[in-house]
């Protein structure tokens, strides 16, 4: 699973940033994607995409460093919405 | 006479602006300020902050429903469009960000209009480019201290509760603080070029001192978020207000050119006056379409309204602005005159230029779609 959510945010990253190459491991911050406006869409993204909340605690710039960090958080509001 | 409206469509808002805010727009321009009883009026009709949900005494009111009520406001006076804006943005900040806490202490009295909220993040020495801020927060005994001033702040000389933006080690966060806290110092501006009664101020923070409830939102990488977050929705409420503008510079247009003659002939028959009054049909219809789409984004929470809003915001203010000079050139020496609703719309245009992101922001920063994939495509047709 967390594969395919790995696949789904890259796609949306690559997407605003066409011309670059991008790892699941890479540190996006590192590449300068980053800035406020593309942070908001990328946790808007992740909302709406994936069907999840990110409450301001997962708001952490470990949890969106790399497409990798992304899916295992996803995959975690995915397991903590089933469980509660 | 009860103002409360009984549904919050657009003809409902319509015909309450039609009644209570397009009579009384220039007198309130004059006196550079919105009377209390009409802040009142606002209350009764439930239009603060309509979006919040009914649990918090909102009226759960989408954000394509929230666009329309802001255009029609708009329409009839672009100086309380602006008290709606700065409201809307301090309550959406708190329910969208706020902790359990922040919101059952501020959203019902945000809702109801008990507490009016104001935005503060521009300065002396920074308004669009938010980097610039040098007011600061720093950690102290568990809590915040917070220093700077804070310029051109809509509804400051009125706002009971400010959402602050301040520098917070690197970063930039949003912090509550009511006007009542000791250190809280508000100066009025008078005599502003246009949205002249939105009753601006400077408010300055000297070491006012805050309890750890007062941070809004998450800390270190994300607390920018929230600003982006905020200026989307007000650049969005902008539009809006923006689109009432062009609608009421046409309503006005039309209406003196069907009336008045030059040489026997009715204004309404010379060509170059329909041409001018073709483009603003064509132009409020393409603005509204466009914030009806970044609304429409809004409410389905795709990221993809951040961008729709900026295009919205550009379009429609540039509209306005571009109209409002048509409008005051077709009604001639009446559009000059004091008192003229025309003249009112043109200074107000011109602030709609500049507030939320200027222009030139505006057109720096819609140019990233030019370099995504699909451009220029609206996110249905991608799909």
């Known amino acids: ?84 | 006479m009860t103002t409360a409206l009984p549904t919050l469509d657009r003809s409902a808002v319509r015909s309450f602006v039609d009644a209570h805010v397009v009579p009384e727009a220039d007198r309130w321009d004059r006196a550079g300020a919105i009377p209390e009883e009409f802040l009142a009026r606002l209350t009764e009709a439930g239009l603060w902050a309509p979006f919040l949900p009914p649990e918090v005494g909102g009226a759960g009111l989408d954000m394509r429903g929230l666009g329309a009520v802001h255009e029609e406001i708009g329409r009839g006076c672009s100086s309380v469009r602006s008290l709606l804006t700065v409201h809307t943005m301090v309550s959406w900040a708190v329910q969208r960000w706020g902790s359990d806490a922040q919101r059952e202490r501020w959203l019902p009295d945000l809702a109801a209009g008990r507490v009016l909220g104001a935005f503060c993040l521009s300065e002396p020495g920074a308004g669009s480019d938010a980097v610039g801020i040098t007011t600061t927060a720093t950690a102290h005994g568990g809590g915040w201290l917070l220093s700077g001033v804070k310029k051109w702040i809509t509804n400051g000389a009125r706002a009971d509760l400010f959402l602050v933006f301040a520098r917070n080690g690197s970063g930039i966060s949003a912090f509550l603080v009511p006007r009542t806290a000791p250190g809280v110092r508000v100066e009025p501006i008078h005599d502003m070029l246009g949205t002249r009664a939105s009753m601006l101020a400077e408010v300055a923070f000297d070491e006012v001192l805050l309890g750890p409830d007062a941070l809004v939102g998450p800390s270190g990488f994300a607390s920018g978020m929230v600003l982006s977050g905020v200026l989307d929705l007000g650049r969005y409420s902008v539009a809006a207000g923006s689109v009432g503008i062009v609608q009421a510079c046409l309503d006005a247009s039309a209406g003196y050119a069907a009336q008045r003659t030059v040489g026997g002939a009715p204004l309404s028959e010379l060509q170059l006056i329909r041409a001018k009054l073709s483009d603003m049909v064509t132009d409020v219809r393409a603005a509204r379409l466009l914030c009806e789409e970044a609304g429409r984004l809004k409410d389905a929470g795709d990221s993809a309204t951040i961008m729709a809003t900026w295009v919205a915001k550009y379009f429609a203010s540039t509209a306005a602005a571009r109209h409002a000079t048509e409008a005051v050139q077709i009604h001639g020496a009446l559009g000059c005159a004091p008192g003229s609703p025309t003249a009112r719309f043109y200074r107000d245009a011109k602030v709609m230029e500049i507030i939320e992101g200027s222009s030139e922001i505006q057109r720096i920063t819609i140019a990233d779609e030019a370099f995504r994939q699909d451009y220029g495509r609206t996110p249905e047709d991608q799909r």
């Open chain 1, 1 to 84: 699973m967390a594969n395919t959510h790995a696949q789904t945010i890259r796609a949306f990253i690559v997407g605003r940033h066409p011309q670059a190459e991008l790892t699941d491991d890479q540190d996006i911050f590192s590449l300068g994607f980053i800035n406020s406006l593309f942070a908001m869409e990328l946790v808007m993204f992740i909302e709406k995409e994936f069907g999840v909340s990110l409450p301001n605690d997962e708001l952490r710039i470990d949890n969106f460093r790399t497409v990798s960090s992304m899916a295992e958080l996803v995959e975690r509001r995915l397991a903590g919405a089933v469980s509660a």
